[in-house]
């Protein structure tokens, strides 16, 4: 019987399912199995500044390439990495956290291995911390049944979408264990009902050919679940008004002409919920609703209007279909529409969108900068909108077709999006080896969020990748101070000069001097903006837009708005421009 | 009945328990509960870069101030923190992490508010994953007695030594609770067993009183619980040849006249192992024996000569007597001995230092480096040594009298030591604002080490603190390099410009090149140690010590010899000087 290295088969079986790349931190205990990446041909060790950094990247790599994967080490590493798991596990993103333990005989000895708690130390109290962020582990104590172990969480890992561990004491690395299963590509395809699924489809449909005036809501978890393909042909196939959410934006072309808007409750854009509420049926697809994503739970949909398809089951007239994954619905759906039965919808007239107050301003205005944004981007790029200003503002982005959008806007934990514009690189530097063109990866962060991860930037000079990289800098928490405590010392950050950033992370002066730009004005980022070299970046770009610390995305304001007449009256009273809300729209009212 | 806001409450308390820098980052649920910390006199809110580093700056200002604190916000903060957290529970440092959580209204309708998991969220889920890191926990749901939880979590962290939780839901923090337990100071003393503690002592002095060449062992626990005062008056009585650890240095004065040196088995210096094997008692008190500080577990001691004071018991003769805290006993030990009864005792010769092979060498070498320093160090001076070659190599700095000594080596987490200096600094500005002349603060850490949280130097120079810190640059993980994978790319960092980082933290361009000194060569380091400005710095100071990859202080090699002789091999066939271990020496051979 062949056999090969235990560390060798994890490695290859990720190379199998689509992983190019390994980002972490070596270890103590990860050292020999990191020898193994070097013996799989195209699979690449990627090292980060950092294990959160580590996970945020591999998060932004799976979010492209489908799954991601991280390797730390024992204690440390495994902890310092766990609220990037957190994240993957709110957002369902596939990452696969390796873990490489102390050997088997230090645990069962509980003895005092660096890394470890207390005198008589349980090596695998670092493992229980993270039961709570994983929809699978593979906790190998034996060469006995590892291969299967490690088929298992990862098969987990498609089934549910979202972060598994495999956990290695690294005495078992070299251990010999059956090759067979690598002859066949591993089972990552659900096992449906399939009677559930059709009778689902067959009532949705039915409630749809019914409907004077159907629509349909697209949001992020189609994408989470390998279904953007089909929910996309679905949407031309329906030919009717169509909408998504902060989180979804994307996955359907904004130029499409189905395409209404972002329906976010009180958080629309201007004439987006009164169309949406227009509608007698939604099919809902993939909706994530977090406060967040919601406007603050106002994106009310009475459940005899909605049909919804969910990640695994699907609910018509209040009849729950389960075990009816997303991808197989939307198939079947496919397959038995019936379009001469759908009612013919009239596409709603938006109203052309006000005036704002500042849009004489010289100064760059988070009202104008967004807009801006939209001529900047181009089909196939990923662009990525840290937690802060750039997640509620570039909503009001007008994406062109084809881009992939990554927020991390449910689990927003600030530092996110740097070192997920890292992984993105290297996932679209792996599609790219495979033949696929690439876009160019957008950073909108700011420099509150930035602070948290920034040695990242580092990494993606060390590796030679071509990111923009926007740096809102106004000089704190704006996201903070329009919640609580404007003028508070608590929302001031540590001032950073980005002009000596790139050199700093080794760039050399002349590069480094080229590939800064600073604006003040919106004349200054008109320019930088048109330059060749910012468009299509040879080298990384970042740009530095100064804006005012008072100034907000007007969702972000109507979002905190939606907690009540009090968060409303202290915005007022701290100066930003918001609107009340009626105790109607309010939720928290 | 007066009453004090329940935040208020928690920070009144925490400044009379000696806090006076409150360190985290703040986040939409806890912004309400940091304006209290504005309305204590003499209390400070001080930001960190990011939450990582916040656990590490309260886990350094808690070495030396006795406890510290930071705030982190519901989930994305508190998960951020952790890795730190964890290191405060193995390393017995007191440190309260304060977490805002969401209001009791979202956590029992379980709503997907941002930074929560799943549909249906158990916001306690974050909670629950520091079980295992935290010696005390107040869960704070409701301000009926709560202010009596707050207490309790706090007395069982200065009786345990070591971190406490206390959650408290963003809508709790504005309820008035009692303000009479504030009239007077928390009780944080133990209650020990007056009758055990009388036993434990005479049986330790009559052991000794029998004994013909007793010797005394000391370690980092004593200075976790507070018995510093005690230990070193003991050492003082009892006049007898005393040793210590890699994580005990500093506690007793390294030129006191009875200290020989650190016994840390196999990896001691020239005779101090031999000398230590003629005591036929010895008084071990707050004996720490992980791997790290022990010499691979080759510190031995046959159980019939110990006489073991460990944190919150006595061993002697296999007897031991429980609730007997450090401290008492050693108080109990100065009261009842009588050192007449002491037999004379010899203090041991150790044999001059041995030239090294590359003493020659104009490059600045390991060999060198450390003795080096310790003309550099002054009384008063804090030094921390970041794990990886500084850790290992500052043993060898002879430090004088009243020398703070830091080090993580138990729990061992790359990136701690940096933003630990931060906290001291802010500690020791606290001591002095009562008084208390305070001295240096001196970093060593390696390039490896700084990446991982670097951003935190930028908090140094935003609060105009001043320490020295040496960066040594060795091109990467050499510590790694030496066990396994010398030269694969794994063990490679991301290499940083040090030279512009003062400026991109934003210090002024001639202060910045005033404050930055890179030396190659002994001679060039030999001049950067004799300037004014470094010696007694009144800015930031950052010396970079370029040194080879391959070279590593001898402890470090000695410890990785005591795995067995394969280890041994790689290290040679790597390249690395190293002797091999007889294996009456080595614990893993």
Chains 1, 2 share one sequence.
């Not at 090292?47 to 591999?58: K, M, V």
């Not at 298992?152 to 251990?175: C, N, T």
């Not at 949705?204 to 050919?209: G, I, P, Q, V």
């Not at 994307?250 to 009164?274: A, F, M, R, W």
Request: aromatic fraction near 8%; glycine fraction near 8%; hydrophobic fraction near 40%.
């Amino acid at each position: 019987m062949a056999t090969v290295p235990l560390g060798l088969y994890l490695w290859k079986r990720l190379k199998q399912i689509g992983i190019d790349h390994i980002f972490g931190v070596p270890g103590d205990f990860n050292l020999n199995l990191l020898d193994y990446i070097y013996d799989v041909p195209d699979l690449k060790w990627v090292g980060n500044t950092n294990e959160l950094n580590a996970a945020y990247a591999a998060d932004g790599y799976a979010r492209v390439a489908g799954a991601g994967c991280l390797v730390t080490t024992h204690g440390v590493g495994e902890l310092s990495a766990i609220n990037g798991i957190a994240g993957a596990m709110t957002e369902q993103v596939k990452v696969i956290h390796v873990v490489g333990q102390t050997t088997r005989m230090m645990q069962q000895k509980h003895l005092m291995i660096h890394h470890s708690i207390g005198f008589n130390p349980d090596h695998q109290v670092f493992n229980k911390a993270s039961k709570g962020f994983r929809v699978a582990a593979a906790e190998l104590q034996s060469e006995e049944g590892a291969a299967e172990e490690i088929d298992r969480a990862l098969r987990e890992m498609f089934l549910k979408s979202g972060p598994v561990y495999i956990f290695v004491p690294i005495d078992l690395v070299d251990k010999p264990i059956p090759a067979a299963a690598l002859e066949k590509p591993l089972n990552l395809e659900p096992e449906p009902d399939t009677k559930a699924v059709e009778e689902a489809v067959r009532a949705a449909l039915d409630a749809l050919y019914t409907s004077k005036q159907p629509a349909v809501f697209v949001d992020c978890l189609v994408q989470r679940h390998q279904a953007v393909v089909e929910v996309r042909k679905l949407v031309d196939t329906l030919s009717t008004p169509t909408y998504t959410s902060n989180m979804g934006k994307g996955i359907i072309d904004e130029t499409h002409p189905h395409y209404v808007g972002l329906y976010n409750g009180v958080c629309s854009g201007p004439g987006v919920q009164e169309a949406f509420e227009q509608a007698d049926r939604v099919l809902m697809i993939g909706n994530l609703p977090s406060d967040t994503n919601s406007g603050g739970f106002t994106r009310r949909i009475a459940s005899d209007k909605a049909l919804s398809i969910d990640t695994h089951s699907v609910t018509v007239g209040g009849k729950t279909y389960d075990n009816a994954p997303i991808k197989a619905v939307l198939r079947k759906m496919l397959d038995l529409v019936a379009t001469d039965k759908l009612p013919k919808t009239l596409m709603p007239k938006l109203p052309e969108r006000p005036l704002e107050d500042d849009a004489d301003s010289k100064m760059i205005t988070q009202s104008w900068v967004w807009h801006r944004f939209a001529k900047f981007m181009q089909p196939g790029d990923v662009v990525l909108g840290e937690t802060g200003t750039a997640a509620f503002g570039l909503p009001d982005t007008t994406f062109p077709a084809e881009i992939i959008w990554i927020t991390q806007t449910y689990y927003g934990s600030i530092g996110h999006a740097t070192p997920a514009a890292f992984g993105v690189e290297m996932a679209l530097n792996s599609l790219a080896s495979r033949g696929t063109a690439r876009g160019r990866t957008i950073l909108c962060t700011g420099d509150g969020s930035l602070m948290l991860t920034v040695q990242e930037v580092g990494n993606m000079i060390k590796h030679g990748v071509a990111p923009i990289i926007f740096i809102i800098n106004n000089a704190g928490y704006t996201i903070e101070r329009i919640i609580h405590g404007a003028r508070q010392s608590y929302n001031d950050i540590v001032p950073f000069d980005y002009s000596h950033m790139l050199q700093f992370f080794n760039m050399p002066e002349a590069e480094a001097k080229k590939n800064f730009h600073r604006a003040h004005t919106k004349a200054e980022l008109e320019e930088i903006l048109s330059k060749d070299s910012v468009k299509q970046p040879q080298a990384l770009q970042i740009v530095e837009v100064m804006m005012d610390m008072m100034d907000v995305p007007w969702r972000l304001a109507t979002q905190i708005a939606t907690r009540g007449p009090a968060a409303v009256k202290e915005m007022q009273e701290a100066g930003f421009k918001v609107r009340q809300l009626n105790k109607q729209e309010a939720f928290w009212g």
